[in-house]
Structure formats: structure tokens, C-alpha cells
T-cell receptor, first 112, second 112 residues
């Protein structure tokens, strides 16, 4: 089954404790992206990647890191989480020939 | 700042009626337009894409694009309670870009 898989689905952590949210897609898509979604603000892009080893900042990159060492994986790293990073996070991927994004199920993160 | 505007709602529509959702965008050069549906706590899923002026129909859904007026709309005929969700409008600037600019979404409630 074609899908984008995020883990974990739910995470509660404390300020300053490094965490990684994984994202993997099995559709051989070139493009991958991370969003956060907060009430009333819609989807805001954090980082995106056009292909392996090619990443770039989105609209709200502060406090986040990403890497794209393999085509299928695009992890999101929070080196020192803060309460303002409490949010619902989505990973998405898109093939090179169609700008249609396929989303993972989401990760709900709470930083205490 | 390129923007996509949607009325946040909620928009309440009786079951069986036509639901009309609207979206305006600021970048006159935008090329591709998408409607995603998002159920509460779930990930967005694509329901319609439209690339040229006019109407595009898919089952009970019709997307309408008017580039001169910079708006795109989504009509849902014979609305069902299962259509109750938040509808996100997304706009792509150029055919070569994967970047989408997202509206904050309109919450639609279908009343039985």
C-alpha cells in the first residue's frame, strides 16, 4: 500500500529534550515536506526537500532540523524543544511529475 | 507576502443542499489550485485539483477557477453528513515549484 508513515503518532516530552519524528514514504517520491498545524493558522511549512541531500527552509524553520540521506526518509529533529513547538505535525511527499501532496497521519507533539 | 484567504466558518448547510466554499489568492501568477479535505484530527486528503479557468467536476464535487478575479471555489452537491470537515485551499505558484501556499481552511457542517 502506498503511504507516508510518521512515527510516533503522539509524543509528550519536556523542554530541552532532543527528539526526532520519523517520516518514510514508499512511493519513490522526490519531494518531501514537513508542516505544522496550529488552530486558526492552517498548515505552515517547516522544511522541504527536493531530493536526496537537498533540503531548504520553509516558512517556520526556527528550532527544527531535517536531513535527507535516503530518498524514502525525511526525519524532523527538534534539538531543544520548547513549549511553543507544541503542535500537530504532518509529513508529506509528492512525485516529481505532479504537484499533489500525500500526507502522513500526523504526529501530535506536546512540549511541557 | 503571498496569501490564500478562506472564510474560517463554520459554514452550516442542510443535508442534501449545495455547499459552496470559496478561496481567494493574492499571487496573480499562480498556476495550480487544490482543495483538500481534513477531518478533525486526521491528515489532509486531496479531493480536487484545477489548473485552468472554468469548472471541473468529479462526482458530487465541482471546482471553479477564475484567474481574472483570483478566486477558486468548491461546490459540493447533495451534501452528506460525512462531508462535514475542514476544507483547505492550496495554491501553487509555478508549475516547476512544489511549494504550496495554504489557506487556513473553512469548517463545513452538514446538518441532518
Amino acid at each position: 500500500e502506498a503511504q507516508v508513515t510518521q512515527n510516533p503518532r503522539y509524543l509528550i516530552t519536556v523542554t530541552g529534550k532532543k527528539l526526532t519524528v520519523t517520516c518514510s514514504q514508499n512511493m519513490n517520491h522526490e519531494y518531501m515536506s514537513w508542516y505544522r498545524q496550529d488552530p486558526g493558522l492552517g498548515l505552515r511549512q517547516i522544511y522541504y526537500s527536493m531530493n536526496v541531500e537537498v533540503t531548504d527552509k520553509g516558512d517556520v524553520p526556527e528550532g527544527y532540523k531535517v536531513s535527507r540521506k535516503e530518498k524514502r526518509n525525511f526525519p524532523l529533529i527538534l534539538e531543544s524543544p520548547s513549549p511553543n513547538q507544541t503542535s500537530l505535525y504532518f509529513c508529506a511527499s509528492s512525485p516529481s511529475d505532479r504537484n499533489i501532496q500525500y500526507f502522513g497521519a500526523g504526529t501530535r507533539l506536546s512540549v511541557l | 507576502q503571498k496569501e490564500v484567504e478562506q472564510n474560517s466558518g463554520p459554514l452550516s448547510v442542510p443535508e442534501g443542499a449545495i455547499a459552496s466554499l470559496n478561496c481567494t489568492y493574492s499571487d496573480r501568477g499562480s498556476q495550480s489550485f487544490f482543495w483538500y479535505r481534513q477531518y478533525s484530527g486526521k491528515s489532509p486528503e486531496l479531493i480536487m485539483s484545477i489548473y485552468s479557468n472554468g469548472d471541473k467536476e468529479d462526482g458530487r464535487f465541482t471546482a471553479q477557477l477564475n484567474k481574472a478575479s483570483q478566486y477558486v471555489s468548491l461546490l459540493i452537491r447533495d451534501s452528506q453528513p460525512s462531508d462535514s470537515a475542514t476544507y483547505l485551499c492550496a495554491v501553487n505558484e509555478t508549475p516547476l515549484s512544489y511549494q504550496l501556499i495554504w489557506g487556513a481552511g473553512t469548517k463545513l457542517i452538514i446538518k441532518p
